[in-house]
């Protein structure tokens, strides 16, 4: 197996030689080290390597070079390489470029010139950031293979299964030449899509959720069956829950039933997340979550479900879909909250093949140049309708009310006023949908007249609405007539404790009506339904669940 590869890249020779021979003295027995002296040298490297099917682990990459500076380089050194760790060299003047470069390529780290010695300011960088790139899925070293039909909704479960979960992936269509190849080397046919066939050659006809997890690398055995803190839903609220938790001390384990970031690891762009001037994807979010909660020792259970909970004395129950169990001393739960599905005449039978609930990354490039429809007058909306407008069209944004101003933020109906493809239709509704196995034609309504409309399109992305996934607490949690989850203050009526609560104290701010259970994020009663607001209230759960173990 040919060894991964780092790369340098500067275009002064003395630099070059430098930074190649330092990292070939420490690495050069499990990597190659591979020089450029430019950046289109550089990317021709790449290809090189993308061709043989070889791994790039590292990029180091000079700032100040002619024709391609290395911001320029990194970004689209990334197209090849997304998962490649990327550092910066820079001499001290450029450090503001070197804070650019973290917000427009995802920067791991920058590096002030000289480095010496660099068995203090280099290696230990290196050493972290490989620990980072042997922890991920490479694409190159493990490339995974999707076969499928454009409309079969189980085609599109399989590569958003895929995609949410960070896992690099190529797809082929069923009906064409080298998709028909490799149906037949996995001796399926047509019928039998979605086939995956997994860098080992393995293939998995229809598979589950949970048999893809155990097969692209994602953990879905917890490895203790007791644990200070489980935390169930691996949103923002959860993995920022995971995080605080794990760096504190708890044996933590965070319990995922598809994918993490939930709504908002599906973002296109967040722009006002504090400290991200140029914005960040859900996914870059998500995937730096996940690093660091693990980095902090938590444990990241994919694919399991959690069907029930039971109090068991100081113990509480978690039980799995599959029949197992986990207990804790505590429990956060973060569950998030779903898109409400329009309850349409036609439309549900396309759900998959032609009408998607969320999912707009996943499929923003296979909708190139088509009349692309959007239900949602929120954040999630607008984010989905300037993301689909690179690709559409042209992007139509259907909203019940008089326009955008009261469920959207200001930057974003600045943004989609002086997109030229975007169109906003107030006052509008979908009636009905129709097609023959995948979308073809929606009927749009006038909430005010009645009037209906009918056009042509196979693209229905749906934003709306917020049900949270309680039913599982039912008889053990109180909830809100909406399901939403009601903690501290909203359980204590008239100075009345919930009914059944054992304890001498009121319920803390985040705790629900089972002491030493609490939630976080938009499944929580009246909380706040923003990125920044989950994340905080994952963090402060982690407060009172010690000032609840303490007391114990």
Request: glycine share 10%.
């Amino acid at each position: 197996m040919v060894n991964p590869t780092i790369l340098t890249v500067d275009d002064d020779p003395t630099v070059s030689r430098a930074v190649a021979r330092d990292i070939r003295r420490r690495y050069g027995d499990r990597y190659r080290v591979v020089r450029a002296a430019s950046g289109a040298d550089a990317l021709e490297a790449l290809r090189e390597i993308k061709l043989r099917g070889d791994s790039l682990a590292v990029i180091l990459a000079d700032y100040r070079m002619p024709n391609m500076n290395g911001i320029e380089f990194l970004e689209e050194a990334m197209d090849l390489f997304p998962l490649a760790r990327r550092v910066l060299l820079t001499a001290y003047a450029d450090t503001g470029a070197a804070i650019e470069a973290i917000n427009v390529v995802d920067l791991d780290h920058y590096l002030l010139k000289p480095w010496n010695p660099p068995e203090e300011n280099l290696y230990p960088v290196i050493d972290e950031l490989l620990d980072v790139w042997l922890t991920t899925p490479d694409p190159a070293a493990d490339e995974i293979r999707v076969v499928g039909h454009r409309w079969s909704a189980p085609s599109f479960a399989v590569r958003d299964f895929l995609a949410r979960n960070l896992v690099p992936y190529r797809w082929f269509q069923s009906d064409e030449p080298e998709g028909s190849r490799l149906l037949a080397a996995a001796g399926a046919g047509e019928s039998d899509v979605p086939v995956v066939i997994t860098a080992d050659g393995a293939s998995l006809i229809a598979p589950t959720d949970a048999e893809l997890a155990a097969h692209v690398g994602l953990t879905t055995t917890p490895t203790s069956d007791f644990y200070d803190l489980v935390v169930v839903g691996a949103g923002p609220a959860g993995l920022g829950a995971a995080v605080y938790g794990a760096s504190e001390g708890l044996r933590t384990v965070l319990v995922e039933r598809q994918a993490t970031g939930g709504q908002a690891g599906q973002s296109s762009r967040i722009e006002n997340y504090l400290g991200f001037p140029d914005g960040v994807s859900g996914a870059q979010l998500t995937d730096r979550a996940r690093r660091q909660a693990l980095k902090f020792g938590a444990e990241i259970l994919s694919t399991r479900e959690v069907v029930a909970l039971d109090v068991a004395g100081s113990g509480r129950i978690l039980r799995f879909g599959d029949g197992t169990s986990i207990t804790a001393h505590t429990v956060v739960l973060s569950t998030g909250v779903s898109y409400r599905r329009l309850t349409v005449p036609g439309l549900e039978e396309f759900s998959g093949a032609g009408v998607f609930y969320g999912s707009n990354v996943t499929e923003a490039h296979t909708c190139a140049g088509e009349e692309v429809y959007l239900v949602g007058g929120a954040n999630s909306a607008g984010q989905a309708a300037v993301y689909l407008s690179r690709y559409a069209r042209r992007v139509h944004l259907l909203v019940r009310g008089d326009g955008l101003g009261r469920s959207m933020s200001s930057y974003l109906i600045d943004q989609i006023t002086g997109i030229d493809n975007i169109e906003v239709h107030p006052w509008c509704e979908v009636a009905d949908g129709k097609g023959n196995g995948h979308l073809q034609q929606l009927t749009l309504r006038d909430v005010r007249s009645g009037t209906t409309d009918t056009v042509d399109t196979s693209w229905l992305f749906v934003f709306i609405g917020a049900e949270p996934r309680t039913q599982w607490l039912e008889g053990v949690v109180a909830r809100d007539p909406r399901g939403f989850l009601l903690t501290g203050p909203d359980l204590v009526v008239t100075g009345e404790r919930p009914a059944g609560w054992p304890l001498p104290r009121d319920p803390y701010h985040l705790e629900c009506s089972v002491p030493g259970v609490f939630a976080a994020g938009d499944v929580r009663a009246a909380s706040l339904k923003r990125v920044a607001s989950a994340v905080g209230e994952g963090a402060t759960a982690i407060s009172l669940v010690h000032r609840y173990l303490e007391a114990q």
